[in-house]
């Protein structure tokens, strides 16, 4: 049986993609148990049970999504193991999450706060004699609280690290080395995967829109 997902939701003025991720799962598995950590959006009706636990929020995404893995460890709500989704993962397939990673750390040379996060950790990461792959892909992980809590005690002590590749080189090898499912081009073809992700509207996304609403793709 598919485990609960777990949803971190930033506070924000308007939310576009939640209800197309939570239809998404619904589609494939229709009454699903899934928990929004965050902030509560205004949902659509959806063919899944929905809890909530909320959480104070800052500026710093970085610091939220922290607080809302923190919270799910702590939550009676949560069962072990969990499924770490994303508001904005559309899942494609029914399909359990696998270990994905797009490579090593140190490869990525963008010089973004989302590179400079991946240098520090893959630096951490060797420094604790573990390898430092990316698991910074926007697919679903497989959550066990105990080595997460260790995960999240490193980040107290360097926000700069980042808890996905944390967690992925402290816990194991990845299953598949490939690119990431965020589809940046609206043009774009969908990725080969059980899950894709868009930077915005969903509804800007053709091919992602026709995917799910297909004949065939709502479980009865």
């Given at each position: ?7 971190p ?25 899934v928990?929004l ?11 899944l049970?929905?809890?909530h636990?909320p ?33 904005d ?9 696998i ?23 893959a ?9 430092a792959?990316?698991?910074e ?34 816990t ?8 990431d ?15 894709c ?5 969903p ?18």
């Open positions: 049986m598919l485990p609960d997902v777990v949803i939701v930033a506070a924000e003025r308007s939310n576009s993609s939640i209800n197309w991720a939570l239809r998404s799962i619904a589609n494939w598995y229709p009454g699903h148990h928990i950590v965050g902030h509560r959006p205004r949902l659509d009706p959806h063919n049970t929905i809890d636990i959480t104070e929020q800052t500026d710093d995404i970085f610091a939220n999504t922290d607080l809302a893995m923190q919270t799910a460890l702590d939550s009676d709500l949560v069962n072990d193991p969990f499924i770490w989704s994303a508001d993962i559309y899942w494609m397939r029914p399909a359990e999450p270990r994905w990673a797009l490579g090593l750390l140190d490869e990525d040379q963008h010089r973004t706060i989302y590179g400079q996060r991946k240098h520090a950790t630096h951490f990461l060797r420094s604790h004699g573990l390898p792959y990316d698991y892909a926007h697919v679903p992980m497989l959550i066990h609280p105990n080595p997460m809590h260790t995960v999240l005690n490193w980040c107290d002590t360097d926000p700069m690290l980042d808890k996905r590749s944390l967690y992925g080189n402290l194991g090898l990845p299953d598949h080395i490939g690119s499912v965020k589809n940046q081009s609206r043009a774009a073809p969908l990725p080969d995967a059980s899950w992700s868009t930077g915005g509207n509804r800007a996304w053709p091919a992602l829109m026709q995917e799910l609403n297909r004949p065939g793709a709502i479980a009865s």
